[in-house]
């Protein structure tokens, strides 16, 4: 029998540890940790922004900032430069959660997503591409891809995500001409 969330968190709130972060190459911090206890579920699962597509800021501002689009799919940056060189979402045109797409959404994602790392990695100085879809913040289908720096072994895990707020922003003209290189790749793909 699968556990409850309130069976799950009773048997895993008493048992915690700390991982040996402090010998990852990839963790962002150093010093002493404690682990944060752990809270109990909630009643119910949160709103997340724009359900059902009312307020929804992604649809509200359509494709204006996007580098690429088609009929059913848009990427775009995000609104200012962040640590990493290139970080771009993958999102629908219409308001949709990523567990509803419809089959032609569905067999699109494969070879876009494949596009999109390409055109990501084809910007020199990146080594990887990180992809990811977790769907917590906002309701909106979203894929994440985020550049990794080529021989910056730190970055190379899901930790990137947290290093890309811990890093400085990417000055704004190298990001501009990172994204158009993107633009560019994809145009030609
Ligand atoms: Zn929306």
């Known amino acids: ?3 409850t969330p309130e069976e799950f968190w009773e048997r895993t709130r008493v048992d915690l540890h700390v991982p040996p972060v ?3 190459e ?9 682990v944060r206890e752990l809270a109990a579920p909630v009643e119910a699962e949160r709103p997340r922004h724009g359900v059902g597509g009312v307020g929804c800021r992604r649809c509200e501002r359509g494709a204006a ?13 995000l609104d200012k430069p962040s640590g990493l060189p290139v970080v771009v979402l993958l999102e629908t045109r219409r308001h949709v959660d990523f567990p509803d797409l419809d089959d ?17 990695l084809a910007v020199p100085g990146v080594g990887n591409v990180h992809v990811g ?3 917590e913040g906002g309701e909106h289908c979203h894929v994440w891809f ?15 995500a947290i290093w890309d707020d811990v890093l400085p922003p990417v000055p704004e003209e190298i990001w501009r001409a990172n ?4 633009r560019r790749e994809l145009a030609a793909s």
């Open 146 to 160: 985020m550049a990794r720096p080529a021989r910056m072994g730190q970055f190379r895990s899901s930790f990137a």
């Open 179 to 182: 994204l158009e290189l993107v």
């Open 1 to 3: 029998m699968p556990e």
């Open 104 to 120: 032609e959404h569905a067999a699109d994602l494969g070879p876009l997503m494949l596009r999109i790392t390409r055109a990501v």
């Open 65 to 77: 900032d996007a580098i690429w689009s088609d009929e059913r799919w848009m990427l775009s940056p």
């Open 26 to 34: 990839s963790w962002p911090f150093d010093g002493e940790l404690r």
């Open 133 to 135: 879809r977790w769907g």
């Open 22 to 24: 402090a010998e990852w």
